[in-house]
């Protein structure tokens, strides 16, 4: 398509503007042309329409090129001008090309024209288009002017060597210095002589390590005054890759500072109290934690300082919604009072008495929380065994009124089972099976007389080495023979377990009360499971269940896929009187003399359960069939790793702490993180080194689960050994569905540990 062309002719003879136009025409173009020969016509001409370029005559009876030129330098019209003529000279028209005309030619020698066209064209074009830019430049900058102007933070860029380049006017203020001393000054020079070599150290290795600069210090401006600031800069490379300076910012915290010194001096007159006082912004982070409250929780200030209270003072995941009551009235009424279940640093439960108090700067917005705590852990302790100590004397009272009746209800029941043989002694199989059912039982019922007295007394009993497998067989006969058939019992019992000391009678009671309670969790039917193996408890365990103490033990387990227990609840379900049951259906002395048995023993029990999904009920009984030597001898022998690095992701620190000396003791490398978010940040700085990821379930904001598909979307290949307290039943099936490679249960011992950790890093051929 061939180009169009707008040409204004200035030219008095036609047969010199046909000559124009047959060179245009040759060169291809479509052209729109008006010939004008007066400064009027010309006028006219341009108000008419646009034109790409103006070819004139340089001198005509009423008007000149040099006129038209004018006209159009008055109009601010930079169009192409070409002067053609026959008779102008070089002087005549060099001083044209001067006075702003773009080329000249020769009337006779038209052959340069299209050439001469084009070029202005394009030259032109090159024009609008610089200007284009320069003006989209311009506007930038002006933006970026008034944005820098009109910023509350001091804006600055340097060049290599340090040299401010720029600067807005906070910069200004805050060094005391004026607009032209700033530029070309050393802006470090500015920084207190107390801090400038570290300060100076960091910023030179944003250089180095090509990194962003994040530093809080105090600036001395030229009139002395102390500034303290917060400064941010980044590094500038050339497309090349060669550093030419930094850019950054410098927002003035002065204020900030001297508030915080000020709450700092005032609350240094609080560390000489023995309760625990703490301040924390609206966020629960700390801002000032006094020693009452290092003595009390076991955190050091500068260990507390800027983390989130909720993440280490509480274990519960309710307490959130407690929190959450608490704020709302802290909101309304400006302080709130009452007890609070929390947790010291070495993972010991306490409860104290708290008291919040809502803080407000000079504008009445709230801006901190204070809090005071006392510990009356000991005192709830008390109270709480003063409560159970009388109810127990009542339930003793009770109990030793009715066993000389009830004993002698039983007395000749037995007697008449033992007589009856001996009066008939033709009774056929069936009678005599059937009376010594009835013997069984009337000894049983005395032995429970017996029992219930003993325990509300403190009697000891009558202990002896018990083979518990025996009794196990016992209760699991029991469950097969009465239970629904809709339940479906299961058993895992070691056959070399070992014994222990022990009242039979009394463990036969827990075990059974166990059992029945499993089965009221199951109205519906579902699986009991019953199991018994020899466990080494060592100081890892130790560490993770406040009850345990080092040494051998055998674990009672006793689990079942019922409807569990709310977490509301959990920790009532061994209080004297507490059930759940219905009225007539339960009397709530099952559980409370089971722990009572239990502990008598020296043993104690852990309690898994989750709502919907079944509870695990597992009892640990010292035994004395093996010292100590055996185990010392297996230790040496736990399996060592060869400087692996373990990401281990727990938001309990004890366990965390726990876990990771108990893998380095053992040759591993180990890193550490509290929850999802800085787990997965951990995993993607060292996702090349990691080999083993030991990820705990159940964790506040991103759970674990959550956490395991985010780090295997980042790396299908990575090897997760997940960990828990509450998962029960669903483990195996969640095992599955998260690709998960090894379970570990909650506490573990070291071996325990360390054999997961193998079995993953060096999986058995097949």
Known sequence: MSPHLRVLIVEDSEDDMLLILRELRRAGYIITYVRVDTPETMVAALDQQPWDIVIADYSLPAFSAPEALKLLQRRKLELPFIIVSGTIGEDIAVAAMKAGAHDYLIKGNLTRLVPAVERELRETEERQKRRIAEHALQASEDRFRILCTSAPLAIFQTDAQGLLTYNNPLWDNLSGLGEKESLGYG??????????????????????????????????????????????????????????????????????????????????????????????????QIVFWNKGAERLYGWKAVEVLGRNAVKFLYQSQDILSELTKIQALLSRDGQWQGELSQVTKDGKNIIVQS?????????????SILTVSTD???KKQLEAQFLRAQRLESLGTLASGIAHDFNNILTPILAAAQLLPLKFPELDDNTEQLLTILEGSAKRGADLVKQILSFTQGIEGNRTNV???????????????????????QTNIVPDLWMVYADATQLHQVLMNLIVNARDAMPDGGALSISAENLWIDENYTR???????????????????????????????????TTKELGKGTGLGLSTAIGIIKSHGG???????????????????????????????????????????LVIDDEVS???????????????????????????????????????????????????????????????????????????????????????????????????????QSVLHPPSH
């Open 355 to 367: 008291r919040w108090t809502l803080v407000y700067d000079d504008t009445g917005q709230p801006k």
């Open 376 to 378: 009356i852990t000991e």
């Open 604 to 646: 104690f029990v852990s309690v898994y359960s989750e709502v919907g999904k079944g509870s695990r009920f597992q009892v640990y009984l010292p035994s004395r069939e093996v010292d100590e030597t055996q185990v010392v001898a297996d230790d040496t022998a736990l399996p060592k790793g060869h400087g692996e690095l373990i």
């Open 544 to 578: 993770m269940h406040v009850d345990a103490k080092a040494g051998p033990y055998i674990v009672i387990t006793i689990a079942d896929s019922g409807t569990g227990i709310p977490s509301g609840i959990m920790d009532r379900i061994f209080d004297p009187f507490f």
């Open 187 to 284: 802006w470090t020079q500015a920084i207190h002589p107390e801090e400038r070599v570290k300060v100076l150290q960091d910023w030179q290795r944003t250089v180095s390590e090509q990194c962003a600069w994040v530093h809080e210090f105090r600036l001395l401006n030229c009139q002395d005054e102390v500034r303290w600031v917060r400064a941010l800069a980044s590094p500038m490379y050339s497309t090349e890759g060669h550093f030419f300076g930094h850019v950054g910012t410098v927002e003035d915290i002065t204020q900030q500072k001297q508030a915080a010194q000020k709450i700092y001096e005032q609350a240094a007159l609080l560390d000489i109290s023995t309760d625990a006082i703490s301040v924390s912004n609206l966020e629960t």
């Open 655 to 757: 366990i965390s702490e726990i876990t990771k000396t108990t893998l380095e003791n053992h040759n591993y490398r180990v890193l550490t993180a509290s929850d999802g978010i800085s787990a997965l940040a951990v995993y993607a700085q060292h996702r090349d080194e990691i080999s083993v990821v030991i990820i705990d379930l159940i964790m506040p904001g991103m759970d674990g689960a959550t956490t395991i598909l985010t780090l295997q979307r980042m790396n299908p290949q990575v090897q997760i050994i997940a960990m828990s307290g509450l998962i029960i039943n669903g483990a195996t099936a969640q095992n599955k569905s998260l690709c998960i490679r090894e379970f570990l249960p909650k506490p573990f011992t070291a071996q325990a540990l360390l054999s997961t950790v």
């Open 467 to 489: 083979q518990v497998r025996h009794l196990l067989s016992d209760v699991v006969q029991v469950a097969r023979r009465t239970f629904p058939k809709s339940i479906e019992t």
